[in-house]
Structure formats: structure tokens, C-alpha cells
């Protein structure tokens, strides 16, 4: 299965990625991720990166596009993968394209996770993400069991520095000009499916469950 998950930032992309990499067996990619683990530790692409992300820009297209098509050659990637915030721009999706033409594979789906603006906004400013292991947290809705810490990994949980409520205004500016246009480019070739990102995630994967299997056996023949 070679799907793409979109939406805007704060749409539930990332909890919607993992049930379907669990559902289906397959690599959960994140650019978003992998930016910020190379900013952990200082590599070149994350020094770049860090200029673009802390001010909600996107990092440019060749360092995105690079770091996706080694991260393609990958094992674990041959067989199928998820992309989560991948592709961004027409760019991207054009060279993913070219990526997967040269492989002689096609795309199978393209999720769109749906929610309304204010909800986006409480969703974001709320967020807190373990500082360790990246798991999500929410100051309302999705507590840990000790105030600050990850219940999974004891390490402390912060608030992304771009997710203050200045910086996801400009990330949802930014959506909205770059990323929004590509769901009209997929639409063209039949690929998306509308999912829900409000409510209960996994009952959402259930309504689009049987459409996303049935696209994937399609391509097959
Ligand atoms: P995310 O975790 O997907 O919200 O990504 C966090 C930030 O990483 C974005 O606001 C961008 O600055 C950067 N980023 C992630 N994916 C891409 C991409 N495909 N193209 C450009 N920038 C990206």
C-alpha cells in the first residue's frame, strides 16, 4: 500500500498515520520527523532546516525532496509507505512523481483529513509533544498521567516552538497557498479520500477503511 496522509497542521494526521501504518504493515514517514530528528542532532539538513521551521516556513523543496528520495531507498520502505506532511508543495508532489514512475510504482491513496479552522487552532496551541519520543499529548483533551511528563518514556513534554499561536497562524497561511492546491492535483487523478479529523480517530479509519482497500487491490490489477 503507497499512500500519502493530508491535511492541514493540527488536522490529526499523525494519529491517523498510526493506525494505518499498524493496519497495513507499513513505514509511517514523517519529513516533519525527520527535520526535527535531524535538528536534534546538528546534521546539515537539520541546521537548515531549524531556519525554516521555527518561523512556520517550509524548508525548500530540494533539501525535502532529497531527504525523501534516500529515505525511499530504504528496505522497509520497497514494499509500501506513508507519507505524513510529505508532499507540500506542487514541486514535491511533481519530483514524488518522477520517484515512483522510475520504481514502475504508482500511488495507491491519498487521505485528506477534514476538521473546521477553530478547531485546527485550540488543537495546535493546546499540543504538547514528549521532548523524547515524540508522543502527543493535548492540555485539554489528551492529558498525560503526570502533568509535563510522557506517560510512555518519563521524559519531559514541550510545546513545539511552532506551535505558539502566532507561528500556527502563518503554518495555516502557508497550508493554505502551497499544500491546499495539491488535493485539487490528486482529486485529478482519483485519489483522495475524505477522512474525518474531528471525533473518534479510529472510527474515522473504519468509514474509510473498505475505499482505501479497495483503491489498493484496484492498482494491483
Ligand atoms: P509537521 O510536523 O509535518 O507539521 O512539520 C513541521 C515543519 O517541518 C513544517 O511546518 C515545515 O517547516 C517543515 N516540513 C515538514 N515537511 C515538509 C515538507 N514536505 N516540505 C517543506 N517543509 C516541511
Redesign the pocket.
Given at each position: 500500500m503507497r499512500m500519502l496522509i493530508m491535511g492541514a497542521?493540527g488536522a490529526g494526521?499523525g494519529t491517523m498515520a498510526s493506525i494505518i501504518k499498524e493496519f497495513y504493515h507499513i513505514p509511517h514517514i514523517?519529513?516533519?520527523?525527520m527535520?526535527?530528528e535531524a535538528m536534534k542532532i546538528s546534521s546539515p539538513v537539520g541546521l537548515t532546516?531549524k531556519q525554516?521551521?521555527e518561523k512556520?516556513?517550509?524548508?525548500p523543496?530540494e533539501v525535502?525532496i532529497r531527504l525523501v528520495e534516500e529515505r525511499l531507498r530504504e528496505e522497509d520502505a520497497q514494499h509500501g509507505f506513508l507519507f505524513?506532511?510529505?508532499?507540500?508543495?506542487l514541486s514535491?508532489a511533481q519530483a514524488l512523481d518522477t520517484i515512483l514512475s522510475l520504481q514502475n510504482v504508482k500511488l495507491d491513496v491519498v487521505v485528506d483529513m477534514r476538521i473546521d479552522r477553530d478547531l485546527l487552532i485550540k488543537r495546535l496551541s493546546g499540543r504538547r509533544v514528549c521532548s523524547q519520543c515524540n508522543a502527543n499529548y493535548h492540555i485539554e483533551n489528551l492529558k498525560p498521567k503526570v502533568e509535563g511528563i510522557c506517560d510512555r518514556c518519563g521524559s519531559p513534554l514541550i510545546q513545539r516552538k511552532?506551535d505558539t499561536e502566532e507561528t500556527i497562524h502563518h503554518?495555516l497561511a502557508?497550508y493554505e497557498e502551497n499544500t491546499l492546491p495539491l488535493i485539487a492535483y490528486y482529486e485529478a487523478k482519483g485519489l483522495v479520500v475524505a477522512a474525518k479529523g474531528y471525533g473518534n480517530t479510529y472510527q474515522s479509519f473504519c468509514e474509510i477503511e473498505p475505499i482505501l482497500g479497495a483503491m489498493h487491490d484496484y492498482n494491483q490489477k
Open positions: 497542521p494526521k514523517s519529513t516533519g520527523d527535520f526535527r532546516a525554516y521551521i512556520g516556513e517550509l524548508v523543496d525535502t505524513d506532511g510529505f508532499p507540500r508543495t514535491q511552532d503554518r502557508v
